[in-house]
């Protein structure tokens, strides 16, 4: 959403997400599942810039499960990554490392699209800097996971 957009930029943080949120709601309303996925993604994506990870958890969940029902892979792929820095940032540095692990197997196995193979190299070292040990041995453990059990993993609420 543009007015969404100007109130965060303007630092009008609880307006653009107010905003955001009337969005899905007009969304809903029309059933258009691709615009609300990608509402939803980011809703997400701003609940983890300004620190709302309350925002990110449902928010990535919802935009995971109608990704999921549309077969649309680049917004299973950023909300996973969502859901992984969500964890992290309650602590779960182990289970974002297996969500993130799941992630870089889905990539090898399908090939890094678009806009996530921009950003994928940065948020893993933000996630391994912050997560360590526990990070990296959940990459180890959730590389031999599928999508859809990198889904189950990152779907649970935390």
Known sequence: ??????????MLIDEGFELLRDAVVHAEDSADEWWLTNLHIELADRGLEFG??????????????LARKLHFRLATIWALSM????ASRNGGHERAGRIWGGLEAEGERGGRAGPW?????QLREDLASVGGEAF?????????????????????SS
């Open 52 to 65: 709302r990870v309350d925002v990110v958890g449902a928010s990535a969940r919802e935009a995971l499960r």
């Open 136 to 156: 990296l041995a959940g990459v180890a453990a959730g590389r031999s996971m599928s999508l859809a059990e990198t889904v189950i993993e990152a779907a649970v």
């Open 117 to 121: 193979a921009l950003a994928e190299d």
């Open 83 to 86: 859901l992984a820095r969500a």
């Open 1 to 10: 959403s543009i007015r969404a957009d100007l109130a965060f930029e303007a």
